[in-house]
């Protein structure tokens, strides 16, 4: 979560960088093109434009978030915001609008964005790539499923993330994945960026004979999230208190996860228990870097596996540094991380 605390600071190669604002949220808007394939990942085309939708509800989004990395294609609305005094009401009115308008007018949405996308090859091929491996008879049906079928989603882009807006989906009711990007600038101007990324766990590695790449895998077949742990916190919560915290995962992800699998991280390195998940719910307490996280609670006591999973320095799967999704037929069977997430 990102909270201004005593002007933060980072250290690259003995330089010092300072939490700064941006000037305006068209400044928020262009950095968050430029890191756009970053914080989407593959699988994911961000179009930016501002163009009137709706009929009696008129409004204008910031862009949308075509996100084709199942086979059944997403479309999000896209909100970018810097933090105000009222910006939790000012979004969710927004939201709202944007809500009504895609309700109302799905042939206008499916003009506007069919022009962008005809507007750009590069997105255009990728769309008929897309529309050529799931089936689709032509790019207009793919439009019209984007635009007709989709259950109405938005992301909220924000340069800092108030305690309230965390909660805004209950609010709106409605899935709202909120994402935080961060200025940090140096005295002589040089600027680095810290930010949230979208649902990153849902890709698997595999390569190519030239280069390594990310393959795209049916997100809908991930039932199990696996977290990683250091042993003091694992042992404490995990095991002993049969539930684990404080994660950051979409609501939507939440409604199909049904395991969570634990990771002890070096020096053991292995996946070595699992547990059936009662529920999810959102983390309350006081501590601030938790805001807008979920405690996992267990069914019964996480149970070891008859075969713990393997980091293998030398295989194809980098190591876990924060939750990855999984399926739990190929948890079950597999013996290291490459059994688990490399694909062909």
Known sequence: MCYKTNMPQIKVNDKTYYLTNFENEEELEDN??????????????????????GISTKTIPDGYLLDLSSKKPELYFVESELDTHDVVRHISVQLMNFYFSYNEDHT??????????????????????????NDYSSFDKFIDELTRNSTFKTIVVINEEPEKLSKLDRIVKFDVEVLCIRKYESSDGDQIFEYDTFQDNILTETSSENSKSMKLVDKSTFDTIVVPARKE????????EDRWYAIKFSEAMQKQIKYIAG??????????????????????????SYEGKFVINFKASAKKLNNPIEYNPSGKIKP???????KYSKLIDSKNFDDLWYEE
């Open 32 to 53: 968050l093109e430029k890191l756009s394939n970053d914080i989407f990942g593959p699988g994911k085309i961000f179009l930016r434009f501002k163009k009137r939708i």
């Open 263 to 288: 990771y002890q991280v070096k020096p053991i390195s292995k996946i070595t228990h699992i547990a059936e998940i009662k529920d999810i719910l959102p983390y309350e307490g006081n501590i601030e």
């Open 320 to 326: 876990l540094y924060g939750p990855r999704f999984a």
């Open 233 to 240: 916190g694992f042992d404490k919560v995990f095991i002993g």
């Open 108 to 133: 206008g949405l499916r003009n506007i964005l069919s022009e962008q996308i005809n507007n750009d090859q590069f997105k255009k091929k990728k769309c008929d790539e897309y529309v050529s491996s």
